[in-house]
């Protein structure tokens, strides 16, 4: 099969990802092997590749928002069948006895394996998963628009349920990548005022676009203050400016895998019970939701196909914030 392999970390515009004929995967006990239609970039993918995240495994496949059709059954698979559409996120396994995954947070497993990461991903024909970790993807979206969900999506789905924001209120996002595009849609179907804020002007209109209430730039001041906020971007240098325009008790939550250093903060930004926190990876209750909630919206992801064999130019274009919503690969028809 066709496959993008990462060899040696290296930053991306020495093009370290190379197109590699291998062997098919073959899917064991409990396993489904995918036949790859698309798979989605995320930042996550620069940061494997750039060596931001430490590796650990080479090489490896990247790519983790893999949409495909089922076309193997490893022995003690059910509920699933061969041409059945999934999709693929991030969390790939998780061990379901550590004490995380005991409490209902097995996106913090302390074994957990991630897709294209300590396993290979979708940027080659086929892949393999556990059945458990892989989804159903809603009839009414195409392999190339579902691919966005699954990362993006996800994760901008965990960090809007974790910020606390309810109907009415104003949620500020930070930076305006593919997941920013999809929470401001799920954020106005739910009766919020999203306020967004970005240094690219590009990026400012798409928000107005898609129904952003007001848009400037992290040092501005909106009209309103906010009941809640997330940051997207990896720029430790936000937290402060987002904290400075929080309402008190409101959330501060922090979506990116990766940040810069936060700068010292003076505790009157935080004091008044503010609260900043993470997240982290998802869990498959997140997935699961939030497919279902994304074609009840429903959701319409903006995206740019590159072909396979263009991963490096896909992640150069995503690196300079060049890609209007999301990159996604196209691996087979
Ligand atoms: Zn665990
Ligand atoms: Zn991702």
Redesign the pocket.
Known sequence: MRAIVLDQIAAVEESPLSLRDLPMPIPGPGQVRVKVHTCGL?H?DLHTVEGDLAPHRRPVIPG??IVGRIDGLGSKVSGLKEGDRVGIP?LHWTCGGCEFCRRGLENLCVNAKFTGYDVDGGCAECTVVPAEYCYPIPGLFSDEHAAPLL?AGI?GYRAYRLCGIRPGENLGLYGFGASAHLVIQFARHQKCNVLVFTRDEGHRAHARDLGAVWTGRAEDTPPELLHAAIIFAPAGDLVPEALRVLRKAGTLALAGITMSQIPALDYSRLYDERVVRSVANSTRQDAREFLQVAAEVPLKTEIQLFDLSEANQALQALKKSEIRGAGVLRVAA
């Open positions: 995320c996550t983790h928002q991030w990362c994760i």
